[in-house]
């Protein structure tokens, strides 16, 4: 099965960025619809953003305007750039590869954002 890597979480201060990496482990990635969901303590992992197979992206309303999400087919790999960044981004990402019925998950990347 798929191994979902990401990488590029921190610590930044309200205001800033930061930008997020997730690398597939296989070639069907090109294939498949990538995303990135945030989770916080004791809450439901939530959409942030969503990238089609075909570059078709949509975004949770808290975020539009501030993320953007892209992929590379050919390196495999989906981004997640966050800008003007507030206290309340501060979750756990994960990427996601939907390959239905399933979706498969990363580890998990943690951003904090001090205030």
């Known amino acids: 099965q798929v191994q979902l890597v990401e990488s590029g979480g921190g610590l930044v201060q309200a205001g800033g960025s930061l930008s997020l990496s997730c690398v597939a482990s296989?070639?069907?990635?090109?294939?498949?619809?990538m995303g990135w969901y945030r989770q916080a303590p004791g809450k439901q992992r939530e959409l942030v953003a969503r990238?089609?197979?075909?570059?078709?992206?949509n975004y949770a309303d808290f975020v539009k305007g501030r993320y953007t999400i892209y992929r590379d087919n050919a390196k495999n790999t989906v981004y997640l750039q966050m800008n003007s960044l507030k206290p309340e981004d501060t979750d756990v990402y994960y990427c996601?590869?939907?390959?239905?019925?399933?979706?498969?998950w990363g580890q998990g990347t943690q951003v904090t954002v001090s205030s």
């Open positions: 296989d070639n069907l990635f090109a294939f498949n619809s």
């Open positions: 990238v089609t197979s075909g570059g078709s992206t």
């Open positions: 996601s590869d939907t390959r239905a019925p399933r979706i498969y």
